[in-house]
T-cell receptor
C-alpha cells in the first residue's frame, strides 16, 4: 500500500514564475491537507480539500495561492508569481475519512525561489 | 499567545536516560491530540495519539490533562535513534481535522 506521494521533491523557481506541487493521497483516502513549513519554523495549515471541494482554505495566503483536488488525479497546490518568501517545505497529508484523526504525510516538496 | 506551546530545547540527553516533554494548548475546544516526530528535512511521522486515560507504546508514554490543557510525552531508555524533533499537535473541530502544530522540541541522544 503506497504512502502519500508528492512530486517534485525539490523545485527551484525564479521570482515571478509559477510553482505546481502535486500530492497523491494514500489509496482509499479522500481527504487532503496541505501544510507549509518555513525555514526554522513549525508547520502551518494551509488548505483542506476533499474530491472536487475546498473545505477549508483559511490558512492560504489570499493572493497567488490556489489548490484543487479533482475527481481524477492528484491534488495540486499552485503558487503564481513566486517570491523569495515562498521558499519552504510544502507537505501534504491524507486521511481516509473513517479513521478521521490519523493523518499521514508525504515526503514534501522543497521549494526554493531564487 | 501561540495555540500550541512547547519548550524548543534543545534537549541533549545521554543514551539510556528518561526524557520528558511538555506541551500546552490554548483552545479548550481542542478534540484530538498527538505527538509526531520529525527528522531533519523529513516529513512528520505520527508517533502516537494521546488520550485522557494515558497511553503507552513500548518505551513511549503520553498523557493528556484536559483541565490544565497540558500534554506530555515520556521516553524511557532513550536510544540514539530517538534523536529528532518532537511535535505536539492538536485538532479542534470535528469534521475538519486540520492539525495545529507546536514548533517542536529538539532532542539529541548522546552516546
Amino acid at each position: 500500500n503506497a504512502g502519500v506521494m508528492q512530486n517534485p521533491r525539490h523545485l527551484v523557481r525564479r521570482r515571478g514564475q509559477e510553482a505546481r506541487l502535486r500530492c497523491s493521497p494514500m489509496k482509499g483516502h479522500s481527504h487532503v491537507y496541505w501544510y507549509r513549513q518555513l525555514p526554522e519554523e513549525g508547520l502551518k495549515f494551509m488548505v483542506y480539500l476533499q474530491k472536487e471541494n475546498i473545505i477549508d482554505e483559511s490558512g492560504m495566503p489570499k493572493e497567488r495561492f490556489s489548490a484543487e483536488f479533482p475527481k481524477e488525479g492528484p491534488s495540486i497546490l499552485r503558487i503564481q508569481q513566486v517570491v523569495r518568501g515562498d521558499s519552504a517545505a510544502y507537505f501534504c497529508a491524507s486521511l481516509s475519512g473513517d479513521r478521521a484523526y490519523e493523518q499521514y504525510f508525504g515526503p514534501g516538496t522543497r521549494l526554493t525561489v531564487t | 499567545r501561540k495555540e500550541v506551546e512547547q519548550d524548543p530545547g534543545p534537549f541533549n540527553v545521554p543514551e539510556g536516560a528518561t526524557v520528558a516533554f511538555n506541551c500546552t494548548y490554548s483552545n479548550s475546544a481542542s478534540q484530538s491530540f498527538f505527538w509526531y516526530r520529525q527528522d531533519c528535512r523529513k516529513e512528520p511521522k505520527l508517533l502516537m495519539s494521546v488520550y485522557s486515560s494515558g497511553n503507552e507504546d513500548g518505551r513511549f508514554t503520553a498523557q493528556l490533562n484536559r483541565a490544565s490543557q497540558y500534554i506530555s510525552l515520556l521516553i524511557r531508555d532513550s536510544k540514539l535513534s530517538d534523536s529528532a524533533t518532537y511535535l505536539c499537535v492538536v485538532t479542534s473541530n470535528f469534521g475538519n481535522e486540520k492539525l495545529t502544530f507546536g514548533t517542536g522540541t529538539r532532542l539529541t541522544i548522546i552516546p
